[in-house]
Each structure stands twice: as C-alpha cells, then as structure tokens.
C-alpha cells in the first residue's frame, strides 16, 4: 500500500521537500469532529523546534484544508491538507545529487527509482513530509481528547543525558503539551540543550530516545496477529525518518527479568480490572488492557553533518568525498516527538474506528 | 486487516489452541517453486525446541498441505496448510478460565470477545498458532534460499548471558540452521541452557533477545513511508507473543551516538556500492541498501510460571489467587527463533514481490 | 489482494478442484453468533442443484469447521471450514490437459500460472471452489437473518423463458427459500427445467439471468466513492464463474429512460422516509438508503458442452479439436443461485461492519 | 477503504464540489513516465462536453500537479493532482437543502454523515469528483499508450438510439480520441444531441450505455477469485455517479444463448493463441486472454431535472416538493465517457503493476 496506511482511518502521504507542495489526506474521519486550525497552527510550531537546535531552514507551513471540513467540522469525508513549499534553496543539492549521503536515503532513492527521483533536499523521504503528518496528528489529537484519550511524548534520554521518568501521567503529558523542548526535569533539558548546541558547533549531530504515553484507551482494542497494538503503531513509527527502534513497556529491559518479576499481576482498583506493574505497556496479546500505553522510540542521530565523510558517487560508480550544505539540524529529537505523538494519535484513530465503528470517535 | 498480512504475499491463520486444527493461507507465492516438506518437518521439530527445556506438550505437527501444491511444485495458487490438534489437556484450562493469567491476554481477549472466545490453552492467542506460521515460512525461507538470500537468527542474550556477535554472516547462518539451542558460542550456550533448567526447577521462566540477520537482499525493495521495510517486518515481527521490542542495526544503541560515529559511510568494493559499517541494519529510508539485514527482538518471560500469583476473576470482578497448571515452557526464546525466521521469511517475499512483481520469485 | 476479499469481514478461498481440500477463512465476524450446521448442510445441497439437470458428480461436501467456533457460536477469530474431495475423476483431463476449453480459464491460467497450475478439473478455477463460499455465506446469512436482513434468489430468465416478477419480497424470499428450483411462477419453473433437459441432451449448455432481492438493510451503509454497494457487490459477484453482468436496479433499463420517467421520488410512509418507486435499486450515491436492493447477474451458458469444438494445443501452439469428457453441468444457473444469495450476505456483513463496527453484527 | 482503490497502484479521492479544491493521489506509478500536461488539459476539456448540451457551470479545471513529477517525469512518489474550485453558486442549494433531490445521494449522505455533509452541489457526492479521475487517468492512459494499450468508449445507445457496433477498434478508438460527441456514426451522432436538447428544453434527462474497448492487453493479467479482470472494474466503474450497470463481452446477451453459441474457440492466428470470436470479451477466468477486454455500462438519466419533484424534507420528515435550480446537464453520457475511460486506464494500470511488477509500466 506504499503510502497510505490504516484499515479503517487511513493517511496517504504526498510530496518532495523541494516540490509544489507537500500534503496528505486524511480519511474515515467520522463526522462532527471540530477542527481546530490553531491548535493545527501551534502543533506546526512545535515541529520546527526551538531556534538555536534546529534548522535554519524556517517556512510559514501554513496548512491549508482543501476538503472535507465544512463549517468548522469534519464532514466524514476525505480531509486534504497542503502545505505549500516556500523557500526551498534547492541549488544545494543540484551538485552533490550523486553522491550518497552516509545513513541518507540518496542511494537507495536511486535504487528503487532509477535516478528519476526528486533528490533536492531528500525529495520524498525528507523529514519535512512529516509536516502534513503533524496536521493531520493534530485532527486526531482533538477527536482523542474528546473521548478522554490523550497522548504525549517525553526525549528519555539524549546524549547520555537521562530526562526523569514518567511520573503522574496526565500532569506530566499536560506539562508537555506546551514544552518547547519536550523533557520534563529543568536540568536535564539544559543539558540536552547544551550537548545539542555542542554538537552543531562541532558540526555534528545527535539521536536519542522518546517515551510516549496514552492514557484513557479504552479495554480491547487491537488484533490477536498482525494487527496488534504493538504491530498497527510500529509500523507507523518506523516511518518517521531516524527512528530505528522500537519497544512497549519495559521492551529491551525485558530480556534479563525472570516471569515472576516481569508479569504484571492483575487486580480490582476502583471498581476496574487493572495490573499492578505495566511493564507490558498497556498491551497483552497484541490488545490493550486499559492501562496506559507506554512506548519507547530510538531516534539516530541526523545524519546530515557538517564534518566530511567518505561516499560514492553512485552514478559513476566511484569513491568519493562529501562536504554537506545546505540548511540541518544537529538534533531532530526534540522535533521528532510531536510526529511521534501524530503518528500515534492516527494509528489510535485507526484501531479505535476498527473496533467500535466508524462513528464512534464523532460520538 | 485482522488475521491477515501482506499486500502481495499474504499470510491469513486461523485456529486455536484446542480447537480442530490450526493452519493458515499463504497467498501469491509465485507458481513453479519446490516445496520440500521434509524442510517444513525439519522446521516444524525446531519450533518445538530442545526436550530438556521446552513443554511437554509436543504433538506431531504433521503439515498438511491442502491446497497449492501440485506436482511438488507451488502452483501460484493460494496454499493452505493445516495442522490438527491432538494432545489437547483442555482440562487443565477450564477451572480457570475466568482468572486473568498475568502478562496473558486472558483478560484481552474477553474484553474484546466478550466471554465467546475458545479460552483453552489460550486458544486463538495460544503461542501454537505460530506453527502454521513456520510451516508457510518453511515454504518462503527455501523460495528465498533459490534466490541467494538467507536468514539466521541466534540468541544474542538470555539471563545475562550473552552470545558472541555474528561474524561471517554465511558461516553463521549456516551454522544455525540446524542447531537444536541457536546461539553461536557453546559456552553461552551451556550456560544459557542451565539458567532455562534453573529457571523450571524455581517455576520461573525466561526471556532474552533474539539477533537475525539476512543476506543477499537486492537493493531497493521497500518503500519511503509506511511500508519500509522497518515498519512491515516489525509490524508481523510483534505478532510473535512475547516479542515487545525491535530494533534495526543499533537500534538503541544510537542513542548515545553521534552522527559522526553513526553514519554507515559508503565505499565502492568488489564493483558494487557497499557500507563501510553497517549501523543501520542494510535498510536507509525505509528501503534495502543492499547490506544484510541485522535486526534484534526483545522476548519477554514466559508468562506461565508455576509461582502463585495475584490476579482477578473477571467474570465475578473480584481478586484472586491463581496457580498455573498445565503444561508449559520455562523460555521461548529458543523456539522462537524458527517463528522469527518465518516471519522475516515470509515478509521479505511479500517486500520482494511487490518490487519485483509475482512471478519473480519462482523464476 | 488475490484470493481475499473485504474490509472489515473478510473471505479467503483456497483450493483445487482435484487437490486434497477446498476451503475458505471467513474472519472478522462478530462473538457470539450462532452457527447452525445443518443450515450450511442445506445450503451445500443446495448449490448441487437438482438431480435431473446437474452434474452427476456429487460429492458429500461434508463442511468441517476447524476453528473460530466454540459451542456452537462464533468467537469473534477466524473461521476457517474444510470440505475434503472426494470422487476426483482426474483421468478425465489429464488426455486434453493442454488444448484450451473454449471459455474456460485453462488457457488463461497456462499464461498466469506458466503451466505449474493443476490443471485438473479447471483446479482453482472450477465451479466447485463456490462451495466454501457457499458454506461461509450460510453463517452470514444466518446473522442477517437475526438482523432482520434476508437474501433470495431467483432465476429471472432462462432459454428466453422468464419468471414472474418479484411482488411481495419477504413472501417470495421466504418462498425460494426451500426452493431446488429457484423460479417463483410454477409454470416457467417447468418450461425452464424441459429446456435445461433439452441442452443437456444435446450436449449442450444454457444460461439466464439471476434477480436477488434484500430487504431490511439500514439505511447508510457504503461509500461514496470505490467502496460503494454497487462496487463491493460487483467485485464480489463477477468472481463467481459464468457471470459476466452486474446491474442494480433498473440497470440497463435506464437506458432509455428520461429522468423524469427513472428518477425516485421520495415520500414519509409508516414514518419512515422511502421511495415510491425503487429503479435505483435501494442504492443512491453508492450507499444504501434503506429500500430493498435489488440486482440481477447475467449468467453465461457452461462452457463444457460435448460437442466437438475447434480449439489449439497451447503447449504445442497449434490447432487441434476437442472432445470434452467429464461430468458437466448443462446449465448452472439454478446451483448459481446460492452462490449468488452467499456471496452477497459475506459482502454485506462486511459494509455493515464498516458501517457499525466489528460488533454488531453478534449484537 | 473508503475514497481509495486498488492494490499496487492506488487512487484517493478528495473534494466536495463547493469546497476549496477537489483532487486525488495516485500512488504506486513507475518512475519514468512522460507527464503530458497538455493532454491532461485535453482531457478535462473532454470531460467539460458540449457546450449546447452540458451544464454552463463551466470551470476553467486547470490542474495542478502538486509532487510525483520532477523535469516532465513521474518519480515514482505519489502524484497529487489538485482542482482548486471557483465558480460555485452554493446559493442555489442552501434554500432546499435539507430536501432530498429524488435518487440523488442527499438523503444517504445525511444518513451516513448525521447532518455535517457538506450539502453544496452534491458535496462529496458531485459528479464533479471525477474531475481528478479524469486528471489522473489522463497519465495512465499514456502510460498505457507506451506499452501499445489503448482505451476507447463509445456512446453505445442513448435515448432508443444506437452506435454502429465497433469495427476495427485500433482505427475507432483512434477515431474517439478527438470527439466531442464519441459516437462512430454520424447520424447518430446527430439524433443523440437532438434527443438530448429536446430533453434539456422539456426540464428533462436522458441516459443511455457506453461501450468501451482496450487493445494491446497482454495475456494473464487479473485474478481467479475476487480481483479478476471483471470484479477490479465494476468496483471502480461503479463508482462514477450515474453508472447502474457493467456487463463484459455480451453480457447479459448471454442469457438467451447457448453454449455451443457463446463459446469462443480458441485457433492459431498471426503464431498467437486466440478466440475467433470474443464474446467473453478477452477475460476467461477473470484472468485476460490476449483479446481485446470489451464491457459496456449503463447510465441513467442526469437525476437533476427541472421538472417538479415530490419528495420528503428528511430533517422535518414531511413530505415536500420539490423544484431543482442551479446548473446541471440534461446528459451527462457523451461527458462520463472519458472518466469511464480515465478509471479503466487507472484499474489496468493496477492490475498490470500487480502482475508484472511496479517498474514495468515505465519499462
């Protein structure tokens, strides 16, 4: 299904960094739902990340809503997004376009589109098509909150740097609603900020990890194979560029627990079935429980660095040395937490109009 | 698409732990490969792993092959595959039945089937219906082998022991193939399989993390967004009960990297474009660069321990004490890696097909 | 998708008409619906059609539930059902295995299938793979059926002879319900069967037209655009062997009406809103608006006559002539019609699931 | 999957008729192909029809295309393809919206979107969403047209006036290709567009059949079961408003012949297998036989006439009259054949990626 993902709510993708436009549409949306286009605005915002971590490379990303919203309100039809591309520098790119950027889809673009690819500033697989990602994230975000589901993403580590746990869930996803810089100890922000802005002046780049949060999913929801919670949102998440693992609730941290320390006990709170521990992320047989969703993403370190490397020129099929231009950001992580909460939210979408219907998220 | 997986290749499996029989479909297999169901045997006894560590339960699995196949050949046509059931204890189940099993999906499966499912043995959620998956992927893995691919996995680490890392990645893999306990050192793997008997002498179980590597994939296969090869194997990868985390290349490890000593510079060597390192897993952008594949799953614990645990009665929505009886396995991870190189199996020919088109796996 | 079909409620279909087994996985019905074998049992005697004018292969076609059904109800997992062959004359065309049947798949599947496909009784492509579907339409039409939503089925034309018009449709439906011969005005039912015997003693073959009606669908269901009614019926339709036209209501009768003269008008009567008239066939837009649906198939006459035909030898690419042999159907239409009643109730289940979500179906 | 269809090469339709823009994403198409911009221009011209008999809503559609096309070629990336809207009269529908336009969708659209369609013009619903079909299946009518497959549809019958039959098909469709009015015979030609004025001076509407012919597909191409040549597209012509019927080769023709009549029998001609005569029109099995594919569809009557209509107010349910304004066609047969056109292209583009893989299109 290349670019469209979802059974029920799908998202189909389109569009080149250096292009017309880039945008995506939106379907299964169930009617009734407000829109609210500041709350798009401001979740637009956030992706682009604070100034002095990120790139230069700034545009309005005004998004425009060509369908599907009619008076304020989802309709239930195809909800269109288009962001216009504004200030492409794509000279940057037109000298160096055969030589593969190291641990950049340059080649690979080649490989699978035989030279006819976009390749000005990544084309297709820039980080900028997460962009209508976020707009459309945004939608959902809202329809969510409506039903008491809400969804939010802390950077856990960065640099060696470890940012505190998850506390109280809906203070702390409320603090970071807001966050520009999305972690939730002061000091340990300051010092991810520092070892960022470290590395932009060495001319390199740093990865790091996110957690992410979902409170108020309701109980059975999700498939017993291949439709899995775990299945639906890692195949979502692997999409956004740099992200190269992921786990659910203690994930890696399992593989040296015994059964008796890793299982999480059931009993009755408040009236509910709930666990004791959630080291199994909200999630038993690939369907959720009523805990929280927890999960955590690995975030690689951009790799566009100012530092020169070795490559190919994939044309002439000969060893060669690349000097990077062009607009980059040293860290992506604080910017990759707000696709993660998008992603997240429209693969939440999806699983919750499987399960109860279509209508149901506009209820 | 609930029980169902892949866009050229799919994969629909049916059945339940105690019920008539389990078996899938496999679809879109290209017409004129061999099918070698001496091979399915052969993989159908690894999944029942080593006698000393595994559960008792160890029925025949003879594959039945009911369609598809004619001549010996695959015909293009779909191919199902049944497994009866025989040994059932269902016994064993229903005085129990309506206690959660902790880290089970006991409580899952009756939120979202309200009291109907088949709750012996875990039914439809049982780890058993991974059988009819090694049977179709038995069929993939040789399909694949005429094609110069292979695939390895091997126990990277169990109980704090860890395996030596892959070397050369042929050797291994061939190595592997028709080891009983996959992991590479014999030292780790003695120890391993001591910590597994101590582990059933307490009633206590295991998990640890499973390493697979693939080579001789074709660059280019894969797609930019949502079905790169990341979110497809990962997607039928956290099918695998117990598996709660996947990670490509360094997955997590590049965390604490910079993009300096991350990226996976390139080279020309032997005439073709090549990595000099290989961090992120022979995939960039979603698609194949034509280096292995290196990927790693967390495995959580069995679940079923022999310890007395809390739980809830959900039908009665009180507290409760649960002892597990019946018969199962101290670890998984062992047995779990023929499942996860079925899975991959049969990923990689959907991937491959919808690249290269139906027929070019069997040409 | 190859050999699977739906959204929400999906069917998969394997088997040959010679191998081991024919089949299907009916998944995504809803827990807790009832099966009744002995429903499907008539069904499946049903679609063998009456002594005098079928086949004289007659197999027992004993349906085998293997899983996703437990006590007698559904599970809510997949349902996969079994029939074993039995009485395979292979003999009959292993002589003529390569001078193509003229409108029969044989030649068509020598091209898809680059001769490894069974050719034996038209394997995959035979009349007899209708059986699982029939089995699995049982249990949706049983699950209509509790909803209030009925199917039927009868032959509008054949040999130039047509039937009397549908009058009242929960009657007639009722009617053809026990029907062996599905023609509501006693008469034509006679003329037709005198001239089905004719064919078949002529060695040759017949056709005609089905006209299904269903009553009680709730207004609402389908979509706009490509998942309309008219497009998942269609798509579902045209795959049962010999029909070659789909038409919702007036259909090609429009033709030469005047909008005035075709259009619905719309009235309230017993506080509902209908329509006075119902030539769009109770579809408007693509989406049900709560009238009857109404369609007809047209059905070509069987292709194995036994009169000799020219034809070509497509492994030796040259002219030969052909002297069909077997057992052989001088007309289909009467087995067609439980086909036709299961296809649609599998494909109706599946909007309705679409429409009102997984549940409600069992509700 | 709602507004989107097909499985390797896919198509998302978006817009409502008064909204801000209407378009789609057409995804999976190989990298390489010639975008003639100008022939998509032409074709949306073709779909506008002729003046004296067509709606005077007549917009300038020039099309946009937003990414997927890079220096004049396809990339390989989805293509979005956007029709911003400009004159539209939405005050024409305010004053009677809640009255349901007699077989129209206003009434079913109300029922599956609870009262928030965007109600303007038909909304979602409007004949004028094919506009994007139109745009996108101008470039896989071109794409096609480099692999020597042609498409061509002909006003088979209108208004009890019929077409000559196709002749030479390269030569009629090559004759079609610059019609305003796609009928072979001129006096035909001309009693349609009188029947046609006639209609629009009496406030009436008219229908008819439209045949199609596609030449240059190659053998093998479709599916046995579900996604055969037929079932791919009724699903996708059924979608264009208007269409109530599809019938391949004779069709419905068939019920009143024989076997030993109907069947084609195959001979050797020019060294290549094929049918002396075609009256399954090229598909045999679901699967194409090398002959040209012919089908024909029925449209109805343009529902939008000027005549005085009852009908029911659904928000009051009362019963109502009705008296259509606005801007609307008396026909729309001679305009829908080039999206009959445009959507077959779209569906063979499909079912060939399918068969031969993504790239063969742009081989």
Redesign the interface.
């Given at each position: 299904?290349?670019?469209?993902?979802g059974?029920?709510i799908?998202i189909?993708?389109?569009?080149?960094s250096h292009?017309?436009?880039?945008?995506c549409?939106l379907?299964?949306i169930a009617?009734?739902i407000e829109v609210d286009e500041d709350f798009i605005a401001s979740q637009m915002q956030k992706r682009k990340g604070m100034n002095s971590i990120s790139t230069p490379r700034r545009e309005d990303d005004k998004v425009?809503?060509?369908?599907?919203v009619?008076e304020g309100?989802?309709?239930?039809?195809?909800?269109?997004l288009?962001i216009e591309n504004q200030t492409q520098h794509s000279k940057d790119y037109s000298d160096t376009k055969d030589l593969?950027r190291?641990?950049?889809?340059d080649?690979?673009?080649y490989?699978?589109?035989?030279?006819?690819?976009?390749y000005r500033g990544g084309?297709?697989?820039s980080g900028r098509?997460t962009a209508p990602l976020v707009a459309a994230g945004a939608i959902c975000l809202k329809a969510l909150e409506k039903k008491g589901i809400a969804v939010g993403t802390h950077i856990a580590?960065?640099?060696?740097i470890s940012d505190r746990a998850f506390g109280n869930l809906a203070e702390d996803i409320a603090l970071l609603k807001d966050m520009e810089m999305p972690v939730l100890c002061d000091k340990a922000s300051a010092e991810m900020i520092s070892a960022i802005e470290s590395?932009k002046n060495e001319g390199?780049?740093?990865?790091?990890?996110l957690t992410t949060a979902v409170i108020g999913m309701p109980?059975?929801?999700?498939?017993?194979?291949?439709?899995?919670v775990?299945?639906?949102l890692?195949?979502?998440?692997?999409?956004i560029?740099a992200?190269?693992?992921?786990?659910?609730?203690?994930?890696?941290?399992?593989?040296?627990?015994?059964?008796?320390?890793?299982?999480?006990?059931?009993?009755?709170c408040d009236?509910r079935?709930q666990?004791?521990t959630n080291?199994?992320?909200g999630?038993?047989?690939?369907?959720?429980?009523?805990m929280p969703i927890i999960f955590?993403c690995?975030?690689?370190?951009?790799?566009?660095?100012f530092?020169q490397?070795?490559?190919?020129d994939?044309m002439k099929?000969?060893?060669a040395v690349l000097n990077i231009k062009g607009r980059h950001d040293p860290a992506i992580i604080h910017r990759a937490r707000v696709v993660v909460d998008s992603v997240t939210a429209i693969t939440l979408c999806d699983l919750l109009a499987?399960?109860?219907?279509?209508?149901?998220l506009?209820e």
């Open positions: 299904m290349k670019n469209t993902f059974n029920n799908t189909t993708l389109f569009g080149e292009g017309e436009a880039i945008g549409v379907d299964g009617p009734g425009r809503i060509l369908s599907g009619f309100k989802t309709t239930g039809t195809p909800i269109a288009m593969a190291p641990s950049h889809a080649y690979t673009a490989c699978k589109y035989h030279g006819y690819q976009d084309g297709h697989f098509i580590s960065c640099a060696g590395a390199d780049s740093l990865g790091g990890t109980e059975g929801v999700g498939e017993p194979w291949f439709d899995t775990e299945g639906m890692s195949h979502a998440l692997f999409s560029p992200i190269k693992g992921v786990e659910f609730g203690l994930g890696f941290g399992f593989a040296d627990k015994k059964g008796s320390e890793a299982n999480d006990e059931f009993h009755m009236g079935v666990t004791k080291n199994n992320g999630i038993n047989g690939g369907i959720t429980n009523g955590s690995a975030v690689k370190p951009t790799p566009s660095i530092k490397q070795n490559t190919v994939f099929k000969e060893d499987t399960r109860f219907g279509t209508d149901w506009g």
